[in-house]
C-alpha cells in the first residue's frame, strides 16, 4: 500500500506542477493580452514570452523536478524522423495556418508581402522564436508530462490540445474581438494544430519535429499581417 501511495502521492505532485504551469501562463498572458496592445511584436516573441513561458518552464523541469532539458524533448535522437514529420506535415499545415490566418484577420493582405530581404528575415526569426517558446511549454512539458502520468498518449493530447486552445482565447477576446462562431472556427484550426502537433512529437519523442510543424503553421499567420 505504502509503494501505491508513494505513486499516487508523485503524479498528484506531477499533475499539481503541469495545471500549475499552465493557470500561472494564463492568467498573465491573458492580463496581457487585457492590455492595450502598444508593444512590437519581435519585443513580444523575442522577449516577453521566453520570459513569461519558458523561465517558469525551465524553473520547475530544473529546480523543481530537477530533471534535465532532454526531458522536454531536446534530443538529437530520433532526428531524421523529426525532419521528415515536421517538414512533411508541416506543408499540409502550412495550408492549416493560411485558413487561420484569413480568420484571424478576415482576409488577406497580399500589399504586405513586400518585404525587405531584411524584414523577412526578422519575421521568420519570429515565427521560429514563437514556436520555440510555444512547442517548449505545451509540447515538451504539457502534453510529455501528462503522458508519463496517465501513461495514455490520446488522453494527454486530447487534454494538452484543449489547454492549447485556452491559452489563445485572450487574443481572440481582447485583441481580435471575435464573435461566438468566428471564434469557435478560430479555436477549431488551434485545436486541430495543437493535436497535430502532439501527434508528431508522440511519433519522435523530439521537439525539433513540433517546431518545425508549428514554423510552418504560423509563417502564413506572420507573413500576411
Not at 501562463?25 to 519585443?43: A, E, H, T
Not at 495550408?95 to 523577412?120: A, C, R, V
Request: glycine share 6%; net charge positive.
Amino acid at each position: 500500500m505504502n509503494i501505491f501511495r508513494k505513486i499516487f502521492y508523485r503524479q498528484k505532485l506531477s499533475l499539481k506542477h503541469v495545471f500549475a504551469l499552465f493557470s500561472f501562463i494564463f492568467v498573465v498572458w491573458s492580463f496581457y493580452r487585457y492590455l492595450p496592445q502598444f508593444l512590437p511584436l519581435w519585443f513580444e516573441e523575442l522577449v516577453l514570452k521566453p520570459l513569461l513561458w519558458l523561465v517558469p518552464t525551465i524553473w520547475i523541469v530544473k529546480r523543481v523536478e530537477k530533471q534535465p532539458l532532454s526531458s522536454l524533448g531536446f534530443s538529437t535522437k530520433k532526428l531524421f524522423p523529426a525532419l521528415y514529420w515536421g517538414v512533411g506535415l508541416g506543408l499540409v499545415f502550412a495550408f492549416e495556418g493560411l485558413l487561420t490566418h484569413i480568420l484571424k484577420y478576415k482576409g488577406l493582405n497580399l500589399i504586405s508581402l513586400s518585404y525587405s530581404p531584411d524584414e523577412f528575415l526578422g519575421l521568420f526569426l519570429i515565427s521560429v522564436a514563437t514556436a520555440f517558446s510555444e512547442e517548449t511549454v505545451f509540447r515538451g512539458y504539457l502534453f510529455n508530462r501528462l503522458w508519463q502520468i496517465w501513461k495514455n498518449e490520446g488522453l494527454a493530447n486530447l487534454v494538452s490540445s484543449l489547454l492549447f486552445v485556452i491559452v489563445h482565447l485572450p487574443i481572440g477576446v481582447f485583441v481580435l474581438g471575435y464573435r461566438p462562431v468566428m471564434m469557435l472556427a478560430y479555436l477549431f484550426f488551434v485545436f486541430i494544430f495543437g493535436f497535430g502537433s502532439a501527434f508528431v512529437f508522440g511519433r519522435t519523442k523530439n521537439l525539433l519535429a513540433s517546431i518545425l510543424l508549428h514554423i510552418f503553421w504560423s509563417w502564413p499567420i506572420v507573413l500576411f499581417r
